[in-house]
């Protein structure tokens, strides 16, 4: 039989950016909180994730901004070239006229360290508890309360769950017609080496995106400029019943054969890449009911190529602590979601747009390329402006 526990305070499901994020949150407005994370420890598993100003800001309310500073590294430019020319299409400087724009710098960072400094940050609050190896397995009701049963047969009883457990959320299913992600067609590559290691063609410390006929690449320096983070994404099909798994070399072949040499100089390396399937949710503004609600990509993962998912975590959290500090539970959820559900749709919906415009080949690449290339770096950023201008702290 289930053993019964003392009604906890708010429970999080999941440890990753969107849990940790939220728990600090729910510690800056004095609201206690229990993430309950499935993994044993956590991961140093990921690689590079960007954190523009948006971004930025969050960290900085949820108090976590110090703990991460080390690790940050801020390129001074984005580079877009053609992939299979080689050529530079458009080069956007990223400086201190970035940051005066967008009150914040644009910095990326490795997913680990970003995880560590968020960790390291709820371990200061003593209103944060965290319990690893710790599946939750449903949400139920009983007497009235809600109770989070674990794998592991227990149940505990509290006033409200956020379901921060990702894409493949288990809290999710607990909501009305709840999604299920599908796969968009997309395999994304990642690998990590130190920096000396990166081919000499390649060795830059600016963000360098190479568009190429049906995938891209993406490389730029982390841990604090010691590694470089390696994003090849090809367009095809996902075989497998896991949703990362190591890969071959080989399967880059086809996005590599038609790369100008620079980019091929990758393919002599001996690489380790690891691949995830390249997944979304369609948006659904169904995120919350009564006292439970989701968090970061649980309610709206998606494609990664405007490099905004733990960025829309961290400004997920910001808003719901504020919006339960001033509206309680149930009344602060729906608020929470009335608030971040139009900018997390429009973000799903413009990274699907950017993969098809980073892919084009014939005419329509050609075309690409053109306007890219007659379009001035400040118009190209006032096109992102409504991503980077973002402040969670507006809302
Ligand atoms: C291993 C990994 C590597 C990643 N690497 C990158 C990267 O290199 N670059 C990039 O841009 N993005 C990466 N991402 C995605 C990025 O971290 C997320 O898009 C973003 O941070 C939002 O994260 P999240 O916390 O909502 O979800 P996730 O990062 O998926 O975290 C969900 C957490 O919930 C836990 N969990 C799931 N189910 C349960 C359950 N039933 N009970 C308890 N715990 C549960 C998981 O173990 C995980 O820790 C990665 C995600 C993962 C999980």
Redesign the pocket.
Known sequence: MRRAEATHPMVV?????????TALGLARIGADALI????PA??E??????VGPNAARALRWLGALDAIEPYLFAPPAIRIFDGPTGRELMVIRLGARFAQRFGEPYQVV??AD??MGLLSATGSEPSIRVETS????EIGVEHGSLAVA??DGRKLSTSGVIG????????RRSLPRSQEPRYRGYAIY?ALIPVAGMPEELLDDCVCLWLCPGGHVVHYPVRSGRAM?I?AVTASAWNSERW?EPALRDELEPLFARSCDALRALTQHPLIWTK?AGADLEPSPVWSRGRLTL?????H??L?FL?Q??A??LEDAVVLARTLRRNGISDGFELYVRLRYERTRRLTLASRKAGWQYHLDGLPRKARNGILSATSPDRFLNRLSWIYSYDPLAD
Request: charged share 10%; net charge negative.
């Open positions: 499901v999941g440890g990753g950016i969107a849990g940790l994020a309950l994370e499935q993994s956590f991961s598993i990921g690689a590079g994730l960007q490795h997913r970003l995880l710790a599946q939750v397995a674990t794998d921060a457990d990702g894409i493949r959320s288990t809290v990642r983070n994003v990362s995830w968090i970061g990509d649980a309610a993962a998606t990664p490099a998912g733990a829309m975590s």
